[in-house]
Structure formats: structure tokens, C-alpha cells
């Protein structure tokens, strides 16, 4: 997997948790004034080995967890959903889940939006994330709070679910107007 950076950080609104930086960003352009540009790159020097990274990212939450009822493991980057990362979004969110379940709060940051998290098929690389922060990071809409730009979404699974069934209900209906 490639990973930028872990450690210990508030990329929740409420909740201490552990960040996993990926390395690798496949938005096109970047975004203006983005604050990791040296994520966007993907190289051999991050390359890291999965297991040695479950542990270390774990002994991180459960640390946490000796002091907080609740925390957070936060995906962000670089572009977790990037190609290069997704199935490492799967594995750790499924790992970690499993393991710590509504003890543990995942958060996804992507640049994508629901809308393009269902047309290109990446629904089973999201499916143990409680939360999510989607859309680009657009420095017009900056603000000091969370998320970093107001046209951000920050929703929850109950909601991020309601959105994926209204837009594959569209889809269905668009494409059943040209059979
Ligand atoms: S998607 Fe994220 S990492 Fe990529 S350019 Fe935008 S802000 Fe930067």
C-alpha cells in the first residue's frame, strides 16, 4: 500500500483518531491551493508493507481508545478512492471495523462525489465507512471550520446511502428511456 503519513491528529469534527495519508491523487486538474501537494505523486518510497501498517495503525487507535470512548480512523490524501488505493481503503476499513466496531468512526475524504462514487462502480470499496467528506477542495469556498471548503459534503452513512439510491433510481430511468 502507499501511504504518505500516519499519525494522530482532529481530521474529525468531534472526534481524536488516527489519519492515514495516502499517497497518490488522481484528480485532474489538482485542486488550487491544495494543502498536500506532496501526496499527489505515487513512488516506491512509499510503498509500505499492509501488515506492518495494520499494526502500527492499530496500536495507535487502541492506545486512543484507552482514553476515549469513541475515535476516528480518517482516510484522506492524496485521493483514497485513487485506483492505486482503493482496495486499501478496503482493507483497512474492513479490518478495523471488524475490529473495533461503533467504537471506531471511519471517515472518508474524496474528492469524488456521490454521483461519482456510483457511476464508476466504487460503492464495495466504501461500504464499511460510517461517514464520509465528498468533493473537491475548492479554495473560493474555504472556510476556517470543517470541512476545509463549504461545498464540501460531510454526511453519514444513513445519508450517503439515501443519495446513492436517488441517483441509481435515476440512472435506471435514464437509461429506460432509450430501450
Ligand atoms: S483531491 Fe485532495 S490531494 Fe488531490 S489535489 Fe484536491 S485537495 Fe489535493
Known sequence: MYI???????????LLGVSVYFQGCDAEPKCYMCHNPETWLVSEEYKRDPEKTLKIINEKISNLLTHFPKVSLALLGGE??????????LLLSKHFKEKY??????????????KDIVRERLLEYVQYVDEFVLGRYLHKYHQDGFPA??????????????????IKRREHRDSSIFI
Open 149 to 166: 471548503s463549504k461545498n464540501q459534503l460531510h454526511i453519514d452513512r444513513e445519508t450517503f446511502e439515501k443519495m446513492v439510491n436517488v
Open 4 to 14: 504518505n503519513r500516519i499519525g494522530t491528529f482532529r481530521d474529525h469534527p468531534d
Open 80 to 89: 483514497p478512492l485513487a485506483p492505486n488505493n482503493r482496495k486499501d481503503v
Open 101 to 114: 466496531g461503533s467504537r471506531l468512526v471511519i471517515l472518508l475524504f474524496s474528492w469524488r462525489t456521490p
